[in-house]
């Protein structure tokens, strides 16, 4: 089955950097475009940045855009998410899916607070 499974989350200080990965199993990962979203308390889901499965191109949201940065070991089956310049607003429950507008599979989360 299809699991994704996040880590790195930590607490950081503002201007700080932090890396997440989304380890992938149960499905073909180089075939997928992946993305990255959070949810920051008390509000709705945000897409974050999405990369196609060949690693051709990315986006980003406005928000993260110059400060974070998607990319992807296919070799591995690793979804990364180096985030540097935090800031408090980036305080979220950050999760992997896989596909870049349709998600249907989602990992459990990895909580990233920044704090000073």
């Known amino acids: 089955q299809v699991q994704l499974v996040e880590s790195g989350g930590d607490l950081a200080q503002p201007g700080g950097s932090l890396r997440l990965s989304c380890d992938a199993s149960?499905?073909?990962?180089?075939?997928?475009?992946m993305s990255w979203a959070r949810q920051a308390p008390g509000k709705g889901l945000e897409w974050v940045s999405g990369?196609?499965?060949?690693?051709?191109?990315?986006t980003y949201a406005d928000s993260v855009k110059g400060r974070f940065t998607i990319s992807r070991d296919n070799a591995k089956d690793i979804l990364y998410l180096q985030m540097n310049d935090l800031k408090p607003e980036d305080t979220a429950v950050y999760y992997c899916?896989?596909?870049?507008?349709?998600?249907?599979?989602w990992g459990q989360g990895t909580q990233v607070t920044v704090s000073a």
């Open positions: 990369i196609a499965s060949d690693m051709s191109d990315t």
């Open positions: 149960g499905f073909t990962f180089r075939g997928y475009a």
């Open positions: 899916a896989r596909g870049r507008t349709t998600f249907v599979y």
